[in-house]
């Protein structure tokens, strides 16, 4: 089965502290896979995808097949990184560009 | 923008009336999507579209059904709603093919009493 787990609903650091925020998926073999992110009365938007190997606002993630995971991770948060994260995998039942969700993490940074 | 807008963006409705939410591009874009975006549930597909008349079920179809009569508009119908519609209901589409990299629209709130 398909499957993309984010394990945490609230994640809550203050202001310059590291974030990470996990996502585990279940797929059979070569995962796509993707950060949204939606802030405040925003669309929601793509953040990266792994296969660009960017780095986007600061953020980075690294896709780790052995642990099935892709954690989203920024050393220093901002407070404007308050949002909600979702990360997503492509389907590969058929060649139709669908998203599997994760059920969202809402980050939380205080100043 | 990609040129997505859905409307109505708010709508209250009562148990068992029919509701259409209205997905329109501005481009000539193959791929739309309906997701409902529910707490504790993250976003799920309802319908999706890869041509003009041309859809199909995605995770969380039934209660749903979907029009897609030329490229720019996609509709979503819930034939008699129920409580348990009530959600936030995204748009997407894809401009590059089947990548994964969608353009969502501002959603749609539906309220259903």
């Known amino acids: 089965a398909q499957r993309v787990t984010q394990p945490e609903k609230l994640l809550s650091v203050f202001k310059g502290a590291p974030v990470e925020l996990k996502c585990n998926y279940s797929?059979?073999?070569?995962?796509?896979l993707f950060w949204y992110v939606q802030y405040s009365r925003q669309r929601l938007q793509l953040l990266l995808r792994?296969?660009s190997r960017e780095s986007i606002k600061g953020f980075t993630a690294d896709l780790n097949k052995g642990e099935t995971s892709f954690h989203l991770k920024k050393p220093f948060a901002q407070e404007e990184d308050s949002a909600m994260y979702y990360c997503a995998l492509l389907s590969g039942s058929s060649n139709t560009g669908k998203l599997i969700f994760g059920q969202g993490t809402t980050l939380q940074v205080k100043p | 923008d990609a040129g997505i807008t859905q409307s109505p963006r708010h709508k209250v409705t009562e148990t068992g009336t029919p509701v259409t939410l209205r997905c329109h591009q501005t481009?000539?874009?193959?791929?739309m999507y309906w997701y409902r975006q529910d707490p504790g549930h993250g976003l799920r597909l309802i319908h999706y579209?890869?041509?003009?008349?041309?859809?199909d079920k995605g995770e969380v179809s039934d209660g749903y059904s979907v029009s897609r009569s030329k490229t720019e508009d996609f509709l979503l119908t819930l034939e008699s709603a129920t409580s348990s519609q009530t959600s936030v209901y995204f748009c997407?589409?894809?401009?590059?093919?089947?990548?994964?990299?969608?353009?969502f629209g501002e959603g749609s709130r539906l309220t259903v009493l």
């Open positions: 481009e000539n874009h193959r791929y």
């Open positions: 797929y059979s073999g070569s995962p796509e």
């Open positions: 792994h296969i």
């Open positions: 579209s890869y041509g003009v008349k041309d859809t």
């Open positions: 997407a589409i894809s401009v590059t093919g089947t990548t994964g990299e969608l353009f």
